[in-house]
């Protein structure tokens, strides 16, 4: 049976392995000491969220979200982080993740929710069902690098 809630102390391994493999999937390297803030921050800071999916009490989901304000709107929520165990993939486990947050998101008085992944993620198959793509919008980071230096106009 599928038990969805927020991360706790407990969950401590179980959540950090399957950060991990999220990380090592998108190709990004993080120190130890990088978990250990995240986690502690999602334990303490209201602000951000993290929730953990479990079958017979193993961690086999994650999810991470922020609240924020919206210019145009009542509030949003931002799901920055989903992932699940790749042996419990397609059994509903990231549809009951995304189900949990929008609920939360609700609650809180955050109804928007929204998140960004890459073109060509698998997991495209489920949020094409889930959610509606927005054609045409183009996902820009500042990159410091270029402007090092440079004096604010």
């Not at 190709?27 to 334990?43: I, K, P, Q």
């Not at 993290?50 to 145009?72: K, M, N, P, Q, T």
Request: with cysteine; net charge neutral; charged share 30%.
């Amino acid at each position: 049976m599928l038990e969805i809630s927020p991360v706790t102390e407990s969950d401590r391994f179980g959540w950090e392995a399957l950060a991990r493999g999220k990380d090592t999937y998108f190709g990004v390297e993080r120190s130890a000491d990088d978990y250990e803030r995240t986690r502690r921050r999602l334990l303490a800071d209201e602000r951000l969220r993290g929730i953990a999916a479990r079958v017979d009490g193993e961690v086999v989901g994650i999810a991470h979200y922020l609240f924020h304000a919206s210019i145009w709107y009542s509030g949003k929520c931002y799901l920055a982080d989903l992932f699940v165990d790749p042996g419990f993939r397609r059994r509903g486990v990231a549809t009951a993740v995304i189900e949990w947050v929008a609920r939360d998101a609700k609650a809180q008085g955050f109804p928007g929710l929204y998140w960004n992944t890459l073109e060509d993620a698998p997991a495209r198959a489920l949020y094409d069902k889930v959610g509606t793509l927005h054609e045409g919008f183009i996902h820009y980071s500042y990159r410091r690098d270029v402007h090092r230096g440079t004096a604010p106009r």
